[in-house]
């Protein structure tokens, strides 16, 4: 798995505010689904890709067909599909958006060769992460055995 240092995420992190979700489910026991919530929730505006949903309404979102159908611009691509699909998504985030500022792909999702092209044209990438763990790490909000868990009341 790549080595990210933790000043490298936290600045694609506090630095991003719109990230297209390309792969989002609208299952919400997904983490597709609830990644993209998360990311809502923390301020971010999260514009759904699936194309098998296009059209429909998530998160007060249109959900796109394909990263081309964002009219506006795109600080970070989140990645929710197969490692083999990753080639043509960043071609066409490249292509749609002049000034993408990151790459970023989903635990078990991984493409030296994709990531390279990104690189080469400025885009920072993180491979094998969720953007939503980093940031629950890296801004407090974990908790013990690596979840948040919330306030639990004692009271009965």
Request: aromatic content about 8%; glycine content about 8%; hydrophobic content about 45%.
């Amino acid at each position: 798995m790549p080595d990210y240092s933790d000043a490298y995420l936290k600045t694609i992190l506090q630095r991003t505010r719109v990230v297209a979700v390309v792969g989002v489910s609208m299952n919400p026991v997904r983490p597709s689904y609830y990644v993209a919530r998360y990311l809502g929730l923390k301020g971010f505006r999260v514009i759904p890709v699936n194309p098998g949903h296009a059209g429909k309404t998530l998160f007060g979102e249109t959900i796109r067909a394909n990263l081309a159908e964002i009219p506006e611009p795109v600080d970070m691509v989140d990645i929710f599909r197969r490692s083999e699909a990753v080639p043509p998504i960043v071609d066409e985030a490249l292509e749609a958006f002049p000034n993408l500022r990151t790459i970023w792909m989903q635990i078990g999702v991984e493409h030296e060769g994709a990531a390279a092209k990104a690189q080469a044209r400025g885009v920072d990438v993180v491979m094998n992460r969720c953007p939503k763990i980093e940031y629950q790490r890296l801004f407090g909000e974990l908790r013990m055995g690596g979840f948040a868990t919330g306030i639990i009341s004692s009271k009965l």
